[in-house]
Nanobody, 126 residues
Framework: QVQLVESGGGSVQAGGSLRLSCTAS????????MAWFRQAPGKERERVAL????????YYPDSVKGRFTISLDNAKDTVYLQMNSLKPEDTAMYYC???????????????????WGQGTQVTVSS
């Protein structure tokens, strides 16, 4: 069982930066992949970053590519999301999620994620 706890959200002006952290109470190495999702009111949930915990490969949608960076610190069981050049449209609740190695779900389908954090709010003002 992996429990995820996010931190680092807050309010920032457009163009600013934030770094989100997601600490796993279990071992990150028991996961196949970890991702950051976001959801704004009235909008669908969107995956904004994905990292395979074994090989370290990362993926981003075009909406955040070049601005967001996901990284992993196995020693601290923590995944980070560095967000630069923030825009008002980045305002959302951000969630950390993980796919367990034991379930083997697809990292590309949000429904396959076994563990979710409680979320942390990011607000970007213009």
């Amino acid at each position: 069982q992996v429990q995820l706890v996010e931190s680092g959200g807050g309010s920032v002006q457009a163009g600013g930066s934030l770094r989100l952290s997601c600490t796993a109470s279990g071992y990150i190495r028991s996961t196949n992949c970890m991702a950051w999702f976001r959801q704004a009111p009235g909008k669908e949930r969107e995956r904004v970053a994905l990292i395979y915990t074994g090989g370290g490969s990362t993926y981003y949608p075009d909406s955040v590519k070049g601005r967001f960076t996901i990284s992993l610190d196995n020693a601290k069981d923590t995944v980070y999301l560095q967000m630069n050049s923030l825009k008002p449209e980045d305002t959302a609740m951000y969630y950390c999620a993980a796919v367990s190695l034991s379930t083997g779900g697809s990292c590309w389908w949000s429904g396959a994620y076994d563990y979710w954090g409680q979320g942390t709010q990011v607000t970007v003002s213009s």
